[in-house]
């Protein structure tokens, strides 16, 4: 089993940061991605940004490419998100979640092991 544990939700106005953090605990694998999900309320959960653990090759939304970055710390077992320049429509509980597979994948089905989430809130 691996456990998630997300940080770094809150409020901020439009055109603020946050900076999400998720620390991943347990069975260690290879090869791996670590994603981060977006769910808003009365809206599917979303694909926001990826990263594979071993290249650092990152995947971003459409929607949040020049604005969000994602990376990786090895020694801590810990994926950033760096959300700059935020929006009302980023609204959303954020969850990070990882792939064991070899194959980078946005659907939301694909992802083995979930975080609880953190809630962000950019008010306008």
């Known amino acids: 089993q691996v456990q998630l544990v997300e940080s770094g939700g809150g409020s901020v106005q439009a055109g603020g940061s946050l900076r999400l953090s998720c620390v991943a605990s347990?069975?260690?694998?290879?090869?791996?991605?670590m994603g981060w999900f977006r769910q808003a309320p009365g809206k599917e959960r979303e694909f926001v940004a990826a990263?594979?653990?071993?290249?650092?090759?990152?995947y971003y939304a459409d929607s949040v490419k020049g604005r969000f970055t994602i990376s990786r710390d090895y020694g801590k077992d810990t994926a950033i998100l760096q959300m700059n320049d935020l929006k009302s429509e980023d609204t959303a509980v954020y969850s990070c979640?990882?792939?064991?597979?070899?194959?980078?994948?946005?659907?939301?089905?694909?992802?083995?092991?979930w975080g609880q989430g953190t809630q962000v809130t950019v008010s306008s």
């Open positions: 990263i594979s653990w071993t290249g650092g090759v990152t």
């Open positions: 979640a990882v792939d064991v597979s070899v194959m980078f994948a946005k659907e939301r089905a694909k992802y083995d092991y």
């Open positions: 347990g069975r260690t694998f290879s090869r791996f991605y």
